[in-house]
């Protein structure tokens, strides 16, 4: 009778699990789809159900969604809630991204505006120091294939980190 009490545990987290998935995953296609058409206020909606199922953890572009129909639905208080999320707890740095993103325009005005670029600045600023110099100094000559190689390895490792890092918000 273990075995099965402990099948049956497994089970039933499996099938929670996939529940939490599932619905996670049916809120996020639906906030795109309202989003596609224009319905900011119902799609920002979505989103915030999305990451209820979730406990609030989403994944980052997923919240930066989320922050876009904020903004575009007149909500700059939940737009900067969740741009404050990514910046400070998921280290978002794609500076140049949010700084031009037409999405947050209506944001841009505001004075938390100032201040979210600069941690994001920072935290673009962390990403890069951490990255090891390929060149030490202009007598060290490197190939194109070693310079490709250091691109494959540390810039695309950057950003498939950055496109899967969930974030919990408690």
Not at 71 to 91: E, M, N, T, V
Request: proline share 1%.
């Amino acid at each position: 009778t273990l075995k099965i009490t402990v099948f049956l545990f497994f089970v039933s987290i499996t099938l929670c699990g996939q529940e939490v998935s599932e619905k996670y995953t049916y809120f996020i296609n639906k906030a795109d789809s309202l989003f596609r058409v224009e319905k900011y206020k119902e799609s920002s909606l979505a989103f915030v159900e999305a990451i209820k199922w979730t406990e609030g953890k989403a994944f980052v572009n997923h919240r930066y969604d989320a922050a876009c129909a904020f903004a575009l639905s007149g909500d700059k208080d939940k737009a900067f809630d969740q741009l404050y999320i990514l910046a400070r707890r998921a280290s978002f740095d794609n500076y140049s991204y949010l700084a031009t993103d037409m999405d947050l325009i209506s944001l841009h005005s505001d004075t938390r505006w100032r201040p979210l670029l600069e941690i994001v600045k920072q935290n673009r600023e962390q990403v890069f120091e951490k990255w090891p110099l390929v060149c030490q100094d202009a007598a060290t000559e490197v190939s194109a294939n070693k310079i490709s190689a250091y691109i494959e390895k540390y810039v695309l490792d950057v950003n498939i980190k950055t496109s899967t890092k969930t974030v919990e918000v408690k």
